[in-house]
């Protein structure tokens, strides 16, 4: 029974061994994503009526791009109206930069129940 259990103990010893470099190597690649997020550009995607992500978080001064991979026009207007595209067809991209913290949620204005959210938070912009 001893044997048995040494050699479990042995199993999982070498388990650990063979997961801790790829614990490792995620927790670099999570701090790639934090600075990613903190930098000064964000993406959003049109595609089968939805906005992906739905919602954004970024950092003042953060330029948000939205890019209609859809196949059928669509636009990004602000309930607000700060800012408003054109219609855009597939590949058509729009761009804006968000100066002021709070939250701004949009539309499309071809198709309301399409929403999203950007949110511009000073400091930290982990979700």
Request: aromatic share 10%.
């Amino acid at each position: 029974m001893a044997k048995l259990l040494v050699g479990r103990f042995h199993r999982l010893e070498r388990l650990a061994c063979l997961l801790a470099p790829l614990l490792a190597v995620g927790t670099v690649f999570a701090d790639d994503l934090v600075v990613q997020a903190a930098d000064s550009s964000g993406e959003v995607k049109i595609a089968n009526f939805t906005f992906a992500p739905q919602t954004l978080t970024v950092s003042p001064g953060t330029t948000v791009t939205w890019t209609n991979t859809d196949d059928i026009p669509h636009t990004v207007t602000a309930e607000d109206r700060s800012f408003r595209s054109k219609a855009l067809d597939t590949d058509d991209r729009f761009s804006f930069t968000f100066t002021t913290p709070g939250e701004y949620t949009y539309f499309c204005s071809l198709h309301p129940r399409m929403v999203g959210k950007i949110i511009v938070k000073a400091g930290d912009t982990k979700p």
